[in-house]
């Protein structure tokens, strides 16, 4: 298991994970970070359109960055 951390990240400002996750893989990490994205991007309280949702290693390799952004109303 390896541990990996998620950081919130806009223009100006980021929010650091300091505690993290433990995956077997990257691709786990990368799978639980789509689910923050699909969270925060439906989320009621603040607008997180702008923000990127970025997975790190402990050694602070940057694995996956995914931007939240707007979806199109309507869509089917």
């Known amino acids: 298991m390896k541990r990996f951390f998620f950081d919130y990240t806009a223009e100006n400002q980021s929010l650091f994970d300091y505690r993290g996750q433990e995956f077997g893989s990257p691709a786990g990490a990368i799978e639980f970070a789509q689910e923050i994205a699909q969270s925060l991007k439906h989320s009621l309280s603040t607008d997180w359109v702008g923000w990127s949702v ?20 309507g869509a089917a």
């Open 54 to 73: 970025e997975v790190r290693g402990a050694d602070g390799e940057k694995f996956y960055s995914l931007p939240i952004e707007r979806e199109l109303l």
